[in-house]
């Protein structure tokens, strides 16, 4: 969906690095996610978003960190990367009012070496 | 763990075939929605259906909810190979944010 794009698409790295994923989205919502999926599981919540002053944690926010740069821009940080962070990641929006349907960017496969 | 899990895990069928995946959960909803995602790419939002709401239709798709057991379905019918995807139940409890389960692979076979 290009209202809400990722950058980068791929990304391979080595243990240890920082590595910044970002995300940005054009249809004006108030809200932003960040996923990882994993071979063969769903989507696990690592952060969210609901406004530019808020952030929470979500299931799995261990050795992640994010940043509400403005309404349109939220960013994912692996502070330190290891191995069992190679996944799929999906940045996702939603609106602050009605029901909770999530709009998911094309996603960022990041490899850990 | 998963607020909400799908049943099967994979399912092949054939053209033309109805595909039907069922999705349950454990705590009390506002709504459950279904999305589909292609190999690799974003997740796409197909249908939602309210707590108070029994069925839903939406073109080929048929979705069930039954609160009493905490369960979904999600009927596709007159299936065709571009429908072969994994799909997901996402469950909303208002708390937070979704909850997504861990999918079912479908593969229809043209």
């Known amino acids: 969906d290009a209202d809400v794009t990722q950058t980068p698409r791929n990304r391979i790295t080595k243990t240890g690095k920082r590595i910044m994923l970002e995300c940005s989205q054009t249809k004006g919502h108030d809200r932003m996610y960040w996923y990882r999926q994993d071979p063969g599981l769903g989507l696990r919540l690592i952060y969210y978003s609901f406004d530019v002053k808020d952030i929470n944690k979500g299931e799995i926010s261990d050795g992640y960190s994010v940043s509400r740069q403005a309404q349109a821009k939220f960013s994912l940080s692996l502070e330190s990367a290891i191995p069992n962070q190679t996944a799929l990641y999906f940045c996702?929006?939603?609106?602050?009012?009605?029901?909770?349907?999530?709009?998911f960017g094309p996603g960022t496969r990041l490899t850990v070496l | 763990s998963q607020q909400g899990e799908e049943d099967p895990q994979a399912l092949s069928i054939q053209e033309g075939e109805n595909a039907t995946m069922n999705c349950s959960y454990k705590t009390s909803i506002n709504n459950l929605q279904w999305y589909r995602q292609n190999s690799g790419r974003g997740l796409v939002h197909l249908i939602l259906i309210r707590s108070n709401e029994r069925e839903k239709h939406s073109g080929r798709l048929r979705v069930t909810l039954d609160t009493s057991k905490k369960s979904s379905s999600l009927l596709i019918t007159a299936s065709r190979a571009a429908d072969t995807a994994s799909y997901f139940c996402?469950?909303?409890?208002?708390?937070?944010?979704?909850?997504f389960g861990s999918g079912t692979r479908l593969q229809v076979q043209p």
């Open positions: 996702a929006t939603s609106r602050s009012t009605g029901p909770d349907t999530q709009y």
């Open positions: 996402a469950t909303d409890t208002g708390r937070r944010a979704l909850t």
